[in-house]
């Protein structure tokens, strides 16, 4: 079957390897140097003509969306965009491929049935719409794709955030994003600012005798007295209720954890290496990040842990997320009232007594699941559950 036959109108690619593919850009230059590209790629075809002025067989190539010419539409942006990479870089997309002329790096690489298998398919725009932050954070973090660009300089600097349409909103998510605006619309009202109080005293000692309203400047006193009780029956009241407030998962995740052994030990004693680790190689001492990079949490030496497996020697699938083939690892888990969370501390067997990664994830049944599949075979099957906390 030929490339052609593959190409998917409508489709977002990415190139495996941005290296491999500049060598075969229709400019060559210095990947390094250049800083005009998204390395998102969409195809176009490209007609044959013979004339007197233009001479080309038919072709068809990815170009790089950062080269491609802005495509408004008072209307709908996102659906002529789409259309335009369905229908119009289908049936000539000779403007477009003109457009990359006009960058000093041609990001335009000519389809062959090799040069087609460099790239590999990011997602289809007719599966998506376009979504705000605030509304993305109703839906699980997998029906989400944040950071794309699909023109010069498209929603500067950051992008545009798509939804799937199949996604159903996720009710976690969509309660806990509640649940933080009613939280901080309940902050206490906030007292007049010190230096405020401290002129307004001071002027009251300069003017002695000198006739001001009092009246409305002991009222002023008052108040500030009676702001200073309610606070500290505020921050009382809302200790109270602390430990529910910032519960944020569902205890019942967590069931999995009566069945196994409830010995602990410090996390520092699982390997040699842990406190250099959480030192050095934290991005800030102690944090612990997921494998999406969402979110961290702190851990420390101290940590009461508990066991749950280790394996040596192990295989991984790379193409699952792991950039080590030969790892030896250790899983733990750390009990929390506001969410507990598994580790895993990762080894590299050359370098034995160096930690080369850790990451967290919550305590769920399917998480640890995943875990001692791992543990057991060394081998990673399934797919980890979203993060709550």
């Known amino acids: 079957m030929s490339f052609v036959e593959n190409i998917k109108w409508g489709t977002v690619y990415k190139a495996k390897s941005t290296q491999a593919v500049w060598a075969h850009t229709t400019r060559g230059a210095d990947l390094r140097l250049n800083d005009q590209r998204y390395n998102l790629w969409v195809p176009i075809h490209v007609p044959a003509v013979h004339n007197d002025r233009i001479d080309r067989n038919e ?3 990815m170009i790089d969306t950062y080269q491609i010419r802005s495509i408004y539409d008072t209307n709908s942006v996102y659906n002529k965009i789409v259309d335009t990479f369905s229908n119009e870089f289908k049936q000539d997309g000779s403007s477009a491929l003109y457009e990359t002329g006009s960058y000093y790096y041609r990001s335009a690489v000519e389809l062959s049935d090799y040069t087609f298998d460099l790239f590999e398919e990011w997602i289809d725009l007719h ?3 376009p979504i705000r932050e605030r509304a993305s954070m109703d839906y699980d973090r997998d029906d989400i794709v944040e950071n794309v660009r699909l023109f010069h300089e498209h929603a500067y600097p950051t992008g545009i955030i798509l939804c799937k349409n199949s996604a159903k909103k996720d009710y976690w998510n969509s309660i806990e994003a509640a649940c933080k605006e009613v939280l901080d619309s309940c902050k206490f009202p906030k007292v ?5 109080i401290e002129k307004l ?4 000692m300069d003017a002695g005798d000198a006739k001001y309203n009092k009246t409305r400047v002991t009222a002023i006193f008052r108040l500030l007295k009676d702001l200073v009780d309610l606070e500290e029956e505020f921050n009382n009241r809302y200790e109270k209720y602390s430990d529910d407030i910032h519960n944020y998962h569902d205890i019942t995740e967590e ?3 009566k069945d196994i052994d409830q010995t602990t030990v410090k996390l520092g004693t699982i390997h040699p290496d842990i406190e250099r680790y959480l030192r050095e190689d934290c991005y800030c001492p102690g944090e612990v990040y997921s494998f999406d990079g969402f979110g961290y949490q702190i851990f420390g030496v101290d940590d009461d842990v508990i066991k749950l497996g280790e394996h040596h020697y192990a295989q991984f699938n790379i193409a699952n997320g792991f950039t080590k083939e030969n790892v030896d690892f250790y ?15 990762m080894i590299d067997t050359t370098n034995p007594d160096k930690i080369f990664d850790l990451f967290r994830m919550d305590a769920t049944k399917t998480n ?4 001692m599949d791992i543990c057991k075979t060394g081998t990673f ?4 559950d979203s993060f709550k906390h």
């Open 59 to 61: 072709a068809w190539y």
């Open 127 to 129: 599966d998506y719409h």
């Open 192 to 196: 007049a600012g010190q230096y405020s």
């Open 201 to 204: 005293k001071s002027l009251i």
């Open 255 to 257: 069931d999995w954890m």
């Open 331 to 345: 899983a733990v888990v750390k009990k929390s009232a506001h969410g507990s969370q598994i580790l895993l501390i």
């Open 368 to 371: 640890y699941n995943i875990i």
């Open 381 to 384: 099957n399934g797919k980890f």
